[in-house]
């Protein structure tokens, strides 16, 4: 198969993209993971008991499940794992995940030091407690996702930053790191002691193939046996949708422009509007032919509080005045901004199109900059443009998920914009179990995002389309879009 590019990380505390978290999903579970209707299933853990109205889960491990050197994996290893996910020194991303936790966020921060005081807990080898500040209706979900899988403290400090490397690593899950060519190709191989049962498939081969036509090239040669959005594309899919082993789903996945907000010219929210006034969404499922539906809200189709009325409709004529307001008739005087977006055909096309667009609508010419998928993770951190492509794909199936990346204390929020009323309103549905009212919250929040603040602006939500060779099956793609292997198997085994 083709990742596409190198994994920026196969630290789990670290990553913080789809390529890095396709490669860990295969060499590691956790507590729990998603059924087949995206509610959490029992992996590690055998059971979990909610008590004092859901602010404490006791989570019961199985006795029967080993790391790769045949030691067992204990509560403690998960205790370790989210603390150095909190720590303010692992710098990760994501530790905002974990603060529903009791202390969590203090931790992190720095205004408690004793990471004792941090809500989570091994009792025994076998049982983990987790108390929360408050309940949360969608906590179980966040176990299913990569960066609360289990870490084995005496590896990590004893290798540091390398102890991800083949050879050094311990993982638990169906299949193990045999080689990691960095640039070029990533080995697994199955581990006969997973204790879900070895896996059907030996080995897998996956490569970091950039250029979609060469991927294409190698599957229709039979040296691919799966191909995703990676590899095919965009003109070919159209053909590609009559051969056996496509298929397309519908992810729970945004695609969006953020702005710098902290810079000029986009810390005036006027021109922030008026850029996305100018743009006009019902072109790109016409260009990128995968199924994209256009969007102006941020909530994707199928999530709780999805609200496509929320967000700003195309409308040059709004975007012109708003322009002029700020000080730029028909774009006169404006600087010099860049649009960047990480190397990939379908990036190109949007803003190229987008370009246009703003040239057209604004009378604004932005310069275009890509980079390749690791450097330019970097730059968004170190020096981000003033306009930058991202996507989000769900962790877990809430708008927590998708809401909360945009909060002040976000790792994951690189537009610099903060609204503590905002952040208010995520507080509020976080705690609140009735739908209905969290839905209220919600829509309120949406409007602050995509209408009143605007630090980014919506564009798509995303279609994943795949080929499996004929000769596999078990490979289901759900909305989640997580690409789990350990069910591959050819046709003909394990069938009846």
């Not at 190198?6 to 507590?31: K, R």
């Not at 730059?379 to 998708?402: C, E, M, Q, S, V």
């Amino acid at each position: 198969m083709n990742l596409g590019t190198e994994p920026p990380s196969l630290d789990w505390s670290l990553a913080t993209d789809h390529v890095s978290f396709n490669v860990i999903a295969n060499l590691m579970v956790g507590l729990t993971e998603f059924d087949k209707d995206l509610k959490p299933a029992p992996v590690i853990a055998r059971s979990w008991d909610i008590l004092e109205g859901g602010q404490k889960i006791l989570f019961h491990l199985r006795d029967d499940v080993t790391w790769s050197d045949g030691k067992k994996v204990r509560a403690q290893d998960f205790e370790y794992s989210w603390k150095r996910l909190l720590n303010p020194k692992t710098a990760s991303e994501y530790a905002y995940f974990l603060f529903d936790i009791l202390n969590a966020e203090e931790y992190h921060q720095g205004k408690v030091s004793d990471e004792n005081l941090v809500g989570v807990k091994a009792r025994d080898d076998l049982t983990l407690e987790v108390q929360l500040k408050h309940p949360a209706s969608y906590f179980l979900s966040i176990t299913t996702f990569e960066v609360t899988y289990p870490q084995r403290q005496d590896i990590v400090e004893k290798f540091g930053p390398k102890w991800t490397e083949p050879g050094n690593i311990v993982t638990n899950g169906p299949f193990l790191l045999s080689s990691w060519k960095h640039e070029n190709e990533i080995h697994l191989r199955a581990n006969a002691n997973f204790f879900l049962g070895k896996p059907a498939i030996e080995k897998v081969e996956m490569f970091m193939i950039n250029e979609k036509s060469t991927a294409l090239a190698l599957y229709e040669q039979g040296q691919l046996d799966f191909i995703d959005n990676h590899s095919i594309p965009i003109l070919e899919k159209p053909r590609l949708a009559k051969v056996p082993g496509f298929q397309r789903v519908p992810q729970l996945r945004g695609y969006y422009y953020g702005f710098v907000t902290d810079r000029k010219p986009f810390d005036d929210v006027r021109v922030r509007k008026a850029f996305s006034l100018a743009t006009d969404r019902s072109v790109f499922p016409k260009i990128l032919h995968g199924g994209e539906r256009p969007a102006i809200s941020w909530i994707p189709p199928g999530m709780l509080a999805h609200n496509p009325k929320i967000g700003l409709m195309y409308n040059p004529p709004e975007a012109r005045k708003l322009l002029r307001e700020a000080g730029y008739p028909e774009g006169k005087g404006f600087p010099q901004v860049t649009l960047g977006y990480n190397t990939d055909e379908d990036h190109k096309i949007v803003a190229e199109a987008i370009q246009g667009m703003w040239k057209r609508n604004l009378g604004v010419l932005v310069r275009l900059d890509n980079q390749e998928w690791k450097v330019y993770l970097k730059k968004l951190n170190t020096d981000p443009p003033h306009i930058f492509r991202l996507g989000w794909g769900a962790d877990y199936p809430d708008p927590d998920n998708f809401m909360k990346l945009f909060t002040s204390l976000s790792g994951n929020n690189n537009t610099r914009w903060k609204n503590p009323r905002y952040d208010q309103l995520l507080d509020s549905a976080a705690k609140e179990f009735d739908a209905r009212k969290r839905t209220r919250l919600y829509d309120e929040a949406q409007k602050i995002l995509c209408e009143n603040d605007l630090p980014i602006m919506p564009l798509f939500t995303a279609v994943e389309t795949t080929v499996l060779n004929p000769r596999f099956t078990g490979l289901e793609f759900n909305s989640m879009g997580r690409l789990v292997l350990r069910h591959v198997r050819p046709k003909g085994t394990g069938e009846r």
